[in-house]
């Protein structure tokens, strides 16, 4: 069955950077675009960035546009995340999800498949 593993998440402070990754298995992760997605504390689901399957092409969210890059490995199976110039509006649980989701899916809590990673922004 499909697996994502997402992992890296920490406490950092402000003007920081982190790198998170996301796993894969369970399919053919080449031939699938993949999006991260982020939940901050009692708010809902935001969509964050984008990539297409071969990672040529991706996209970001306005807020995050210039400080987070998001890229893949596939012959890793592994999506990356690398966030910089964190601020404490970043803090939130960040997943993966098949597809190119600009934006969220009404069924998001169904597509989830791993746990997420934490990531806090806090001095």
């Known amino acids: 069955q499909v697996q994502l593993v997402e992992s890296g998440g920490d406490l950092v402070q402000p003007g920081g950077s982190l790198r998170l990754s996301c796993a894969a298995s369970g399919f053919t992760f080449s031939t699938y675009p993949m999006t991260w997605v982020r939940q901050a504390p009692g708010k809902g689901f935001e969509w964050v960035c984008s990539i297409f399957s071969g990672g040529g092409s991706s996209a970001c969210e306005d807020s995050v546009e210039g400080r987070f890059t998001i890229s893949r490995d596939n012959a890793k199976n592994t999506l990356f995340l690398q966030m910089s110039s964190l601020s404490v509006e970043d803090t939130a649980v960040y997943y993966c999800?098949?597809?190119?989701?600009?934006?969220?899916?009404?069924?998001?809590?169904?597509?989830?498949r791993g746990q997420g990673t934490q990531v806090t922004v806090s001095s």
């Open positions: 999800i098949q597809g190119y989701h600009p934006v969220v899916p009404d069924d998001i809590r169904s597509r989830l």
